[in-house]
Each structure stands twice: as structure tokens, then as C-alpha cells.
């Protein structure tokens, strides 16, 4: 796998890059029947908002941005209240044309270290329950479904149900 750097995205030019990501990546679920993410779903402001509240990260390789996700460190939409005991993967993206084989699972790597560096012993993550195919991607990087949230609430006030997963740390 060609080398693979991160950093903290900043609030200039990077979340127009974000968005351009999270759009790929929406307009590929899509072509392939998967329903999670539609084109258009999160622009820059969403990005720029979400580098202003805690840590989205960039994944580069070769010169140029091929991944990201946001790293929250708490989630009540899907998870409720909680003690501060997990991080929170967000949004994993990749540039399918440009990334290296594995970078999504190198990008989780990244976040569990991230995650057991603040002290926190579980990394968490949810995805549509609608969503076989991913499920079983977490489940293959570690992960255990914990349970459901039935009626997240997203943007806009929609509501859908998602699968809760959990990865202890250590």
C-alpha cells in the first residue's frame, strides 16, 4: 500500500474537498444500489461546521487527499447519552479512483489509535440498517452490532433506522 499520511482538515479549501468526497462517494452508493448517502447530502458548510465542533481527518497519499471521516467523541442521535468512554467514526470516505487498496480500513485503523490515545476504550460507529454490505465490512474490521437506534434523526428532522456497532480497544 503506498504511503498514507493524515492530518486534521482546516476550515480553508478543505471542506470543499470534503464535500467533493462525501459526493463520490454518495454517487457510487448510489450506481451501486446502495442506499446511504445521496448526492448533495453534506456540502461545505457541513464540513466547515463539523472541523469548527471536533476532528475531521484527511487521509493523503501521493500528493493528494484520497479519504476522510469525522471523528466525534459523542453521538446521542444514535447512541443517547453516554459516558465519555468512545469515539465516534463518522462519514468514512474514499476516493475510489485515486485511493489505495485497504485505506478504509487504515482509516479506522487511524481513529481506533486516535480514540485509545484519548483514553477511551471503545470505538463506535452506525450505519443504515437498510445496508448489508457495509454492515459486514465493519463486522470483518472488528466490529460487533450492540443494537439499533430505529429512529435516528438526521438532518431536516428525517428519520431512519441504524445499526449500532461497537470495537473494544487494547
Known sequence: MAEITYRLAGPDGDPDVLAGLYDAAAR?????????????????????????????????????????????????PAWGPRPPEAGYVHRLMVDRGHAPA??????????????????RPWSRLDCMAGNPRLRTYYERAGYAVVGAQPHKEGAGGSRYAVTLLEKRLG
Do not use: N, T
Open 102 to 119: 485497504g485505506l478504509g480500513r487504515a482509516m479506522l485503523g487511524h481513529a481506533e489509535r486516535r480514540i485509545a490515545e484519548s483514553g
Open 28 to 76: 457510487w452508493m448510489v450506481a451501486h444500489g446502495i442506499d446511504q448517502w445521496k448526492p448533495g447530502g453534506k456540502d461545505a458548510a457541513h464540513f466547515r461546521e463539523r472541523i469548527a465542533d471536533g476532528e475531521v481527518w484527511l487521509a493523503e497519499a501521493a500528493g493528494r487527499v484520497v479519504g476522510g471521516f469525522e471523528l466525534w467523541w459523542e453521538d446521542e
